[in-house]
């Protein structure tokens, strides 16, 4: 039977049960790659299994140590000289508007002018998948013209031997998606952007569909539209078409502002079982599971009508950002599922649910 609890805020989800040791990782945990810098978060980590260890590639924001008020210092990825450098904004006058932590926005031009902090992807090992070290050095830096402003939120898919791995890239051509791929989590190749601005939530199917390979991807429109989930397919991983439109928000729901991709999705008898975020008018983001079929993966069988999984615990609330959970990857274990997911875009936390039961839960479309 399935277990229906209520949170605090009344909505009904699955009996989810979190981790005792949660938060798995904080920026406590992590040492920062430069003495002048300082970790803000470490988070929205994609998931890989690996010879028998579990795989946290973690994104990690930091930011260079801000000894004065009046002064900005923000990182960007100098391309032409391959190198991290700081570069210090003078704000004695309040020119700029830093009320929103991860971003600074100019007061003159009413726009976006650097990121707050630079992400770049860090691994951390686990035998147990609870207890994590993190290894000492970036497993991804920025790189290229595309990452000046840093490289976030990783998605891994297993196809065969080889990992591919999807990931946010910004810089001032706006936000876009790239991709590359590794053998052994030591060395990874990367194969370029393969979704434009304005894009990002890509997850790729662990398997071809037919003859193609498939992803969920989430544009963001500038005036007509909304931030939703699209699929696309591909013959090679690299160059995608037949785009064409997933899910969308829903009024008065939790899934009612945003929405994208979250997890891999996870093959299952009933469909393919896509776990992804959502966020609502009041900018809480939640988890909830959408069923697509095994065939035809464009088609909708059934999806969350109450969120899975929603911020509650002191950890998800209170953050760099707060009220957030946010995942990026997930590992099954016969039939529970465990949901490593980012809290407050601060630390990493995770959680054990039914798969049965989340099939159980979804509401016919």
Request: proline share 6%.
């Amino acid at each position: 039977m399935t277990s229906i609890k209520t949170d605090r805020k009344g909505n009904r989800s699955v009996g989810v049960h979190r981790f005792s040791e949660n938060p798995l990782l904080t920026p406590r945990d992590i040492e920062p790659h430069r003495r002048d810098f300082e970790v803000l978060g470490a988070f929205n980590a994609g998931v890989a299994i690996y010879q028998n260890e579990i795989l946290l590639l973690l994104r990690v924001a930091e930011r260079p140590v801000q000894p004065d008020q009046r002064l900005i210092r923000v990182p960007v990825w100098d391309v032409a000289r391959e190198a991290l450098s700081v570069e210090t904004l003078h704000n004695e006058h309040g020119e700029y508007d830093v009320s929103d932590p991860r971003s600074v926005v100019s007061k003159v031009t009413g726009r976006f002018a650097y990121l707050s902090s630079l992400s770049y992807l860090r691994m951390a090992r686990s035998r147990d998948g609870i207890h994590f070290t993190v290894d000492a050095d970036p497993f991804m830096f920025p790189a290229t013209a595309y990452e000046t402003f840093g490289i976030e939120d990783p998605r891994i898919t297993q196809i065969e031997d080889e990992y591919f791995i999807t990931y946010t890239s910004v810089s001032p051509f706006g936000v876009s998606v790239s991709l590359a791929v590794t053998r052994d989590f030591q060395t990874v190749r990367r194969l370029g952007v393969i979704f434009p601005p304005e894009n990002k939530d890509v997850v790729i199917f662990p398997e071809k569909i037919g003859n193609q390979y498939f992803a969920l991807h989430r544009p963001v429109p500038g005036e007509i539209g909304g931030p939703e989930i699209w699929i696309a397919d591909s013959p090679d991983l690299v160059h995608w078409g037949n785009h064409t439109h997933l899910l969308g928000v829903r009024s008065g729901r939790w899934d009612s502002r945003r929405l994208g991709a979250g997890a891999v999705p996870l093959r299952t008898k009933a469909g393919w079982l896509e776990v992804y975020h959502a966020a609502d008018k009041q900018g809480r983001y939640a988890l909830g599971a959408v069923l697509l079929d095994l065939v035809d993966p464009r088609q909708v069988l059934a999806r969350s009508s109450h969120p899975l999984l929603a911020p509650e615990m002191p950890y998800e609330l209170n953050g760099f950002y707060g009220n957030v959970v946010f995942t990026c990857g997930t590992a099954i274990k016969e039939d529970i599922l465990h949901i490593y997911y980012g809290v407050a875009d601060s630390a990493m936390a995770g959680a054990k649910i039914s798969l049965s039961e989340v099939l159980s839960s979804l509401s016919t479309i």
